[in-house]
């Protein structure tokens, strides 16, 4: 369920999400200025409203080498329940901004902060009833990180 796409020039960000999501209609971007969506991420004031969504896009802070994770905070993402309610996640990752080990990872962070933040990495999956695989069991059904190069990077 998890896949990545490496943005360029050449190969942008929202083209990398419109070759891996081209039937997805209902997109929400924490992202607008790299991204555009189809739902406007500030409107929704209701969390449930985001169990509509095909695909959320939103940046990662950094990403874990050893166990794939991206650090995502709330002021990435609107709404806590976004990257957990959508079909689909894509988040984008500076390639600069990628940490060897958990250690390394940990250290970045600031529980002193306030607000939420959360590791990603990637559906979830069960295969307990029947032994039948389930991808997405908790939370989206798959995971697309696309890497950027700090000069390639969009505020936003």
């Known amino acids: 369920g998890g896949r990545f796409f490496v943005s360029s020039p050449e190969h942008s960000v929202s083209q990398a999400l419109a070759e891996a999501y081209p039937a997805e209609r209902v997109i929400c971007s924490a992202m607008p200025a790299l991204v555009q969506g189809t739902v406007d991420l500030h409107r929704i004031t209701d969390p449930h409203d985001l169990a509509s969504v095909d695909l959320f896009v939103c940046r990662g802070t950094f990403g874990v080498a050893e166990n794939a994770a991206i650090w995502v905070d709330e002021r990435q993402i609107g709404h806590r329940a976004a990257p957990f309610l959508a079909q689909h996640l894509a988040i984008v990752l500076n390639r600069q901004e990628i940490v060897p080990t958990m250690h390394e990872a940990y250290a970045r962070l ?16 069960t295969a307990d009833i029947e032994q039948a695989l389930v991808i997405g069991a908790h939370g989206p059904r798959s995971l697309t990180v696309v890497l950027m190069d700090e000069n390639d990077t969009v505020r936003t």
């Open 110 to 125: 600031s529980v002193a902060e306030p607000g939420f933040g959360v590791f990603i990495a990637g559906p979830s999956k």
